[in-house]
């Protein structure tokens, strides 16, 4: 029996369902809180534990959660006590990826629906395996292929040793780990030394062209200078159209149900494994036609004449793709943020670059800052208005307070943090359905 300490950690819960999957048996431990991650476990049947050194016995093997030490956690303390099996998060996804051909999605912003797009093609066609980042995991051991979203903070993602590896981009992130672009642009260089067979590259990212690989490489992007180029681009209100071109071939025009230039990228991400796969292109570009998206990745409810979007952005980057996508499908609409910053060492290394994209918005509504893993008291004088003192249209709000949404007509309320927002969201629909 494999116990997960913080099993409702988006990575746990997706190798949690992987091992249950594979017929192993699993169970773990989290807060009592609701977390969106629960609904894969819940309908696996696993069982989720509150906190409690009693879960702890003899004879299990323990998935410790990145979040959680001895000092912080009463089972970790119990299970070093007892002197069990621990492995970490990363290890135990080592020793899983190791039964498969694994192919690593990495990059600072777009891995986990670039490997949700991969798994849902790869999947159609041939048989996937998968770990997503937004909780969700499968396994049998009838496939071939293992796609494996793989994170680089504190270096986690060189547990890993990939047959293929996609980098979609690399910027400073993480700062209260990585000490500044030539530490992050070091991970990665290792992270693609590990690959066994080609990496597969944005080459549009400025970063991302500085690594040295012995091995094959194929540059994906829209500039003339790679490998796997989009050209003919049209960019409509229904998504996004565009011909494909592979060593100055021309393939096939694909189309997708998708929006903005980063969906486009990672779409060539996909297009380029399965060409060196040799898996039918035209069946690939079937199967792209019918991605839905990631979980909290631009995921809309449409409430009378509004539109809400909950999505996972924190970093400037991601902010501005998800802004610029909401343009794209509804350029008719007002566009409302509603931005949680997400952790005080990221607020304060890129606060000056979130102001500038969160002007793009006709209004915008800035939470008080969610420390995570960092103490407020570590980051004194702190607070949202280091963001929002700079935008003239803005205004703090706070999970009670969606009643300051309820007279927005006509428009798209993008919900930005990697944080749950459900409650602010779910009560500002109350609200608007009980309208007359």
């Given at each position: 029996?494999?116990?997960?300490?913080g099993?409702?950690?988006?990575?746990m819960?997706?190798?949690?369902?992987?091992m249950?999957s594979?017929?192993?048996?699993v169970q773990?431990?989290?807060v009592?809180?609701?977390?969106?991650?629960?609904?894969?476990?819940?309908?696996r049947?696993?069982?989720?534990?509150?906190?409690?050194?009693?879960?702890?016995?003899e004879?299990?093997?323990i998935?410790?959660g990145?979040?959680?030490?001895?000092?912080?956690?009463?089972?970790v303390?119990?299970?070093?006590?007892l002197n069990l099996?621990?492995?970490?998060?990363?290890?135990?996804?080592?020793?899983i990826?190791?039964m498969?051909?694994?192919?690593?999605?990495?990059?600072?912003?777009?891995?986990t629906t670039?490997?949700?797009?991969i798994?849902?093609v790869?999947n159609?066609?041939?048989?996937?395996?998968?770990?997503?980042?937004?909780?969700?995991?499968?396994?049998?051991?009838?496939?071939?292929?293992?796609?494996?979203?793989?994170?680089?903070?504190?270096?986690h993602?060189?547990s890993?040793?990939p047959?293929?590896s996609?980098?979609?981009?690399?910027?400073?992130?993480?700062?209260?780990?990585?000490?500044n672009?030539?530490?992050?642009m070091d991970?990665y260089?290792?992270f693609?030394?590990?690959?066994?067979?080609?990496?597969i590259?944005?080459?549009?990212d400025?970063?991302?062209?500085?690594?040295k690989?012995?091995?094959?490489?194929?540059?994906?992007?829209?500039?003339?200078?790679?490998?796997v180029?989009?050209?003919?681009?049209?960019y409509?209100?229904?998504?996004?159209?565009?011909?494909?071109?592979?060593?100055?071939?021309?393939?096939d025009?694909?189309?997708?149900?998708?929006?903005g230039?980063h969906?486009l990228?990672?779409?060539?991400a996909?297009?380029?494994?399965?060409?060196?796969?040799n898996?039918?292109?035209?069946?690939?570009k079937?199967?792209l036609?019918?991605?839905k998206?990631?979980k909290?990745?631009f995921?809309?409810?449409?409430v009378?004449?509004?539109?809400?979007v909950?999505?996972?952005a924190h970093?400037?980057t991601?902010v501005?793709a998800?802004?610029?996508?909401a343009?794209?499908?509804?350029?008719?609409k007002?566009?409302?943020?509603?931005?949680?910053?997400?952790?005080?060492?990221?607020?304060?290394?890129?606060h000056?670059e979130?102001?500038?994209?969160l002007?793009?918005?006709d209004?915008?509504?800035?939470?008080?800052?969610?420390?995570?893993?960092?103490?407020?008291?570590?980051?004194p004088?702190?607070?949202?208005?280091?963001?929002a003192?700079?935008?003239k249209?803005s205004?703090?709000?706070?999970?009670n307070?969606?009643?300051?949404?309820?007279d927005y007509?006509?428009?798209v309320?993008?919900f930005?943090?990697?944080?749950?927002?459900?409650?602010?969201?779910?009560?500002?629909i109350?609200?608007?359905e009980n309208?007359?």
């Open positions: 029996m494999y116990h997960f300490i099993i409702k950690g988006s990575g819960s997706s190798l949690a369902q992987i249950d594979l017929g192993i048996e773990g431990s989290d009592s809180k609701h977390f969106f991650t629960e609904e894969g476990l819940i309908k049947g696993i069982k989720i534990l509150e906190f409690s050194k009693n879960n702890i016995k004879g299990l093997t998935v410790q990145n979040a959680y030490n001895e000092e912080n956690n009463e089972e303390k119990k299970a070093k006590e099996k621990i492995l970490s998060y990363q290890e135990a996804v080592g020793e990826s190791k498969f051909s694994t192919i690593c999605i990495a990059g600072c912003h777009g891995k670039t490997t949700a797009l798994s849902h790869l159609d066609i041939v048989g996937c395996n998968y770990l997503i980042g937004d909780g969700t995991g499968y396994a049998s051991k009838e496939n071939k292929y293992f796609a494996l979203e793989s994170c680089e903070y504190k270096r993602f060189l890993y040793e047959v293929y996609i980098i979609t981009n690399i910027e400073l992130d993480h700062v209260d780990y990585y000490k672009i030539d530490d992050v991970a260089q290792s693609i030394n590990n690959t066994h067979k080609c990496a590259v944005n080459g549009d400025e970063n991302t062209r500085k690594l690989f012995d091995k094959k490489i194929m540059y994906y992007g829209l500039k003339e200078n790679n490998n180029i989009a050209k003919n681009i049209e409509k209100e229904n998504g996004t159209e565009f011909d494909v071109y592979i060593d100055n071939k021309f393939i025009r694909f189309k997708l149900k998708l929006f230039e969906m990228s990672n779409s060539l996909v297009i380029t494994l399965c060409y060196l796969e898996i039918d292109l035209t069946k690939v079937e199967s036609q019918t991605f998206g990631a909290r990745r995921t809309e409810t449409i009378k004449d509004n539109v809400i909950d999505d996972y970093h400037p991601e501005l998800t802004i610029n996508s343009k794209q499908k509804y350029p008719n007002k566009i409302i943020a509603v931005f949680e910053p997400h952790t005080f060492s990221r607020t304060i290394r890129f000056n979130l102001i500038e994209v002007k793009k918005c209004k915008v509504y800035i939470m008080d800052i969610y420390g995570a893993r960092e103490k407020p008291e570590n980051y004088g702190i607070t949202y208005h280091i963001i003192d700079k935008i249209n205004e703090n709000i706070n999970r307070e969606a009643y300051k949404l309820k007509k006509n428009s309320i993008l930005m943090s990697p944080n749950d927002l459900s409650t602010l969201e779910n009560e500002y109350k609200i608007k309208e007359l």
